[in-house]
């Protein structure tokens, strides 16, 4: 089915005339009729043996078809779901006029990732949740999957940095997706731009949480690239309140900070036998794999090789730690979660490709003690079953242990992925900081604001855990207090 209509350029705009052309191609009958997409996906019996992407990507043909069932509505529900406030129907009808150009150009207009956001973004729970075909009791537009179409396929446009050398200087801590954000933003508004990173490879936790075969490395690098293009520079292994302290910055004439250091300080449960040989966290086995490369042929980093699995936890770090741990060779991985399934707040779709790679599910328990051998590695694990309770803080049913019902179950590796703290270096280097109790930074709700007027914050220092578009959605927040702040009153 041929929808495409003729490209028309970025600044056309969505107005009457746009929308009478579109409309004529289809009726809101015809285009309501048509189903949504299904994203073409390697098979789970081949993934498991490598670390390919696992989704394919949208063909042409499938992009176009489903951009058509967009109804473009004049007051777009979608929008208000995007913490970043992309203009969905904009991208979206362009893509089915053929201009997949334009989408992307219209996606770069607010997102600095658009190809990590279509790939890692929870649209279900966001955009996707307010698409006006929810109403139709139909499934909503695959917006995520046109946002990774847009982002893969169009051009980029020319990167020109429009900073002088008499610009204001901003520097950033973390090169996570709040950082990155935070960096594209001011880089476009005309500031000089240095983010400063600890490791070794710019990305932060696109790099080392997110496996390559949910979000290639490759992906993430272009998307960097780009915004060097911009003029943002980068500086490796270098961690802010250590290798350079904030009084440093002011010294070299830094007009701000944006603090995105995340929040990769791993959580255990404090439960017997947690030191264990074999016993480690989601953080560690990830950051081995994901950015030290263990397991792959040419690098040298150690990691633990178990043949049954636990991992302990149901978001998405733990989806990605028993689908990584299937492909280091696992045969058995088993997910013990303490609430339903119902209550995971992972994504359906991560659920249900590790139910595809033959991951086992154990809800409604949880871990009380971990049993060792002679040699002090684990060999068993304790869960108590649980049973769900009155709703918590979260909304969530909280989950309350069924009194003596205790099972023991084999075990020679367990992973522990049940959250994560705020990162401690900066908020404990940079005296008169103001910190929550959790160990986050305090900010001002409206811009993201410190208790120092230099310094800003966002990403999961602030919120201590969050989506990727949420991180994002803070750094332009941030970006654009900044920048009103400095041009009202240059920053001390």
């Known amino acids: 089915m041929d929808n495409t209509l003729t490209p028309t350029?970025?600044?056309?705009?969505?107005?009457?005339?746009?929308?009478?052309?579109?409309?004529?191609?289809?009726?809101?009958?015809?285009?309501?009729?048509?189903?949504?997409?299904?994203?073409?996906?390697?098979d789970a019996a081949y993934r498991i043996t490598c670390n390919e992407e696992v989704n394919c990507g949208l063909t042409p043909q499938q992009a176009v078809e489903e951009a058509t069932r967009c109804m473009d509505c004049p007051t777009p529900t979608c929008m208000q779901g995007c913490p970043v406030s992309i203009d969905i129907p904009g991208f979206i009808k362009r893509i089915q006029r053929g201009d997949t150009d334009g989408a992307a150009a219209v996606l770069r207009l607010t997102s600095a990732l658009p190809a990590v956001c279509g790939r890692v973004c929870p649209q279900e729970r966001q955009c996707e949740s307010r698409c006006v075909y929810h109403k139709m009791g139909k499934k909503p537009v695959a917006i995520g999957y046109l946002?990774?179409?847009?982002?893969?396929?169009?051009?980029?446009?020319?990167?020109?940095?429009?900073?002088?050398?008499?610009?204001?200087?901003?520097?950033?801590?973390?090169?996570?997706?709040?950082g990155l954000s935070f960096a594209g933003e001011m880089a476009m508004r005309g500031y000089r731009v240095t983010v400063f990173e600890a490791l070794h490879q710019i990305g932060g936790v696109l790099?080392?949480?997110?496996?390559?075969?949910?979000?290639?490395?490759?992906?993430?690098?272009?998307?960097?690239?780009?915004?060097?293009?911009?003029?943002?520079?980068?500086?490796?292994?270098?961690?802010?309140?250590?290798?350079?302290?904030?009084?440093?910055?002011?010294?070299d004439g830094y007009a701000g900070l944006f603090v995105a250091s995340g929040a990769g300080l791993p959580r255990f449960m404090g439960i017997p036998g947690e030191n264990a040989a074999g016993v480690m966290s989601s953080n560690e086995y990830l950051t081995r794999i994901n950015l030290m490369g263990a397991g792959r042929e040419g690098y040298d980093t150690p990691v633990a090789h178990g043949r049954r699995v636990a991992v302990i936890g149901g978001g998405n770090t733990a989806m990605d730690s028993v689908r990584t741990a299937r492909r280091m060779g696992a045969e058995e991985v088993l997910l013990v979660y303490r609430r339903s399934e119902d209550e995971m707040p992972a994504r359906a779709e991560e659920i249900a490709h590790a139910r595809q790679e033959g991951v086992k599910f154990l809800t409604l328990h949880n871990p009380v003690e971990y049993l060792t051998d002679d040699t002090g590695r684990v060999m068993a694990m304790r869960v108590q079953r649980m049973a769900l309770g009155e709703p918590d803080e979260s909304g969530r049913r909280s989950p309350v242990p069924v009194e003596g019902d205790i099972v023991e179950i084999p075990v020679d590796m367990v992973i522990v992925s049940v959250g994560v703290s705020p990162n401690p270096l900066i908020p404990n280097a940079i005296e008169g900081l103001e910190v929550s109790r959790r160990g986050t930074i305090t900010v001002a709700d409206d811009t993201l604001c410190t208790s120092i007027p230099s310094i800003y914050a966002g990403g999961d220092i602030v919120r201590g855990g969050a989506t990727v578009i949420l991180a994002m959605g803070d750094g332009r927040r941030a970006a654009r207090a900044m920048d009103e702040a400095i041009k009202a009153k240059p920053l001390a």
């Not at 969505?14 to 299904?38: F, N, Y």
């Not at 020109?160 to 204001?168: E, I, M």
């Open 9 to 42: 350029p970025i600044s056309s705009g969505r107005d009457d005339a746009w929308r009478k052309e579109l409309r004529a191609a289809l009726s809101a009958k015809q285009r309501t009729a048509i189903e949504r997409v299904a994203m073409p996906e390697l």
């Open 147 to 178: 946002e990774r179409y847009a982002a893969d396929h169009g051009a980029r446009p020319e990167a020109v940095s429009v900073a002088h050398d008499g610009a204001p200087r901003v520097a950033v801590a973390g090169s996570g997706p709040a």
């Open 207 to 251: 790099k080392y949480g997110i496996p390559e075969f949910r979000l290639p490395n490759s992906v993430v690098d272009r998307e960097i690239d780009y915004l060097r293009s911009l003029g943002v520079e980068f500086v490796k292994d270098c961690i802010i309140g250590k290798t350079l302290s904030y009084e440093q910055l002011i010294a």
